[in-house]
């Protein structure tokens, strides 16, 4: 399953938004293809991409309503002001004296698009499917955390449903080390399990240096398996310098 990873110029941290998410899709057993955009793709070059494709991801088209239609575009599309979007955008704003004017450009989408809700941010993420086969068309909003979350909480679905790596399970080591010596044994663990996505994330900052394990399973049985060996694995390279560990958080796509 080829997944087409575009990141749009304005994004946040492109580069590691590309990385990331990359790393996600090769441990749900998809191969990324990822680009970082100097302008705003047009809706042939989107079209382009999904044609050889099974996905077209784009970082940072989401709340921008030029991307938008040009995404809806590159699919045969309308757009429209999702009511779903707009009721959570209206919610993030709902504190603001002065909220802003666009709200309802924040909210737009690809008419028969999924929302995927965003909790950092006013403007959630979409996926958009094709109306001729399985292939979509997604978009996260520009804000680095909020790409991940929106990727996390839906995007990430429809690409697990067709590599069949249904459960999954997150979760986080704290290292007593350095920071490089955390990123080398992250890295390791990337080579070692080809299932785990491996890195250091801040959104999981205790007592140490958070090393954070994804791990994709075709079973609960595969999956329990992997996350004990990744356990043993992490106490064993870094010599037992964990000031804690905390559990899984995962399941099973419905």
């Not at 938004?17 to 990359?22: G, L, P, R, V």
């Not at 955009?37 to 989401?62: K, M």
């Not at 909790?119 to 959630?124: A, L, Q, S, T």
Request: charged share 30%.
């Amino acid at each position: 399953m080829k997944i087409r990873v575009l990141v749009l110029p304005g994004s946040e941290k492109p580069g590691l938004a590309a990385e990331w998410i990359s790393g996600y899709l090769r441990a749900m057993g998809a191969e990324p293809l990822p680009e970082v955009l100097d302008e705003l793709p047009g809706e042939e070059l989107i079209r382009e991409r999904l044609a050889g494709s099974d996905g077209v991801i784009l970082v940072g088209a989401a709340g921008r309503p030029e991307a938008v239609r040009r995404a809806a575009a590159a699919l045969g599309l309308g757009v429209e002001v999702n009511e779903e979007a707009l009721s959570d955008t209206r919610a993030w704003y709902m504190d603001v004296e002065e909220p802003p004017g666009n709200l309802e450009e924040m909210a737009l989408m690809p008419e028969f698009s999924y929302p995927v809700e965003n909790p950092r941010g006013p403007v959630d993420g979409f996926v958009a499917m094709s109306l001729e086969d399985d292939r979509f068309v997604a978009a996260t909003p520009p804000g680095f955390a909020e790409s991940l979350e929106v990727f996390e909480l839906g995007i990430q679905d429809f690409v697990r449903k067709g590599t069949g790596r249904r459960y999954s399970a997150t979760f986080s080591f704290q290292l007593l080390v350095g920071v490089e010596e955390a990123r080398r044994l992250a890295r390791e663990v990337d080579e070692r399990f080809p299932q785990v996505f491996a890195r250091l994330d801040g959104r999981f900052m205790d007592t140490g240096v958070p090393l954070v394990c994804t791990v994709y399973a075709g079973t609960p049985e595969e999956l329990g398996r992997l996350h004990e060996e990744v356990r043993r694995f992490v106490e064993e390279r870094s010599g037992g310098r964990i000031a804690a560990s905390h559990g899984a958080e995962g399941g099973e796509l419905v």
